[in-house]
């Protein structure tokens, strides 16, 4: 079984950058389909980004309220994932997950997509 470790949440100004990060264990991390979700006060958690193997070449996706923000990365030496978030807004206020599962030729945008999740880290962005 798969387990996840959020940190790099914090309080930032909008405008401002963060990176979150999620540490795995697992000796065949390099095949991970691996995600970010969130889910702020009182809604839903919902897909931000994902990332996946697909036997020739790694493939990402990203909700449309963060493409050209947010950007999803993965170090296999390091057991570790990323999400660094640029240009931060308000509404990207929120707790967030990583979520991680076996190998998938496409990324999951759906949370029973992946059965392994982390504790979540909050990212608080003040206007």
């Known amino acids: 079984q798969v387990q996840l470790v959020e940190s790099g949440g914090g309080l930032v100004q909008a405008g401002g950058s963060l990176r979150l990060s999620c540490a795995a264990s697992g000796r065949t991390f390099s095949t991970y389909s691996m995600g970010w979700f969130r889910q702020a006060p009182g809604k839903e958690r919902e897909f931000v980004a994902g990332?996946?193997?697909?036997?020739?070449?790694?493939?990402?996706s990203y909700a449309d309220s963060v493409k050209g923000r947010f950007t999803i990365s993965k170090d296999n030496a390091k057991n570790t994932m990323y999400l660094q978030m640029n240009s931060l807004k308000p509404e990207d206020t929120a707790v967030y997950y990583c979520a991680g599962d076996g190998p998938r030729p496409r990324v999951g945008i759906r949370l029973s997509d992946y059965r392994a999740w982390g504790q979540g880290t909050q990212v608080t962005v003040s206007s």
């Open positions: 990332i996946t193997w697909d036997w020739n070449s790694l493939s990402t």
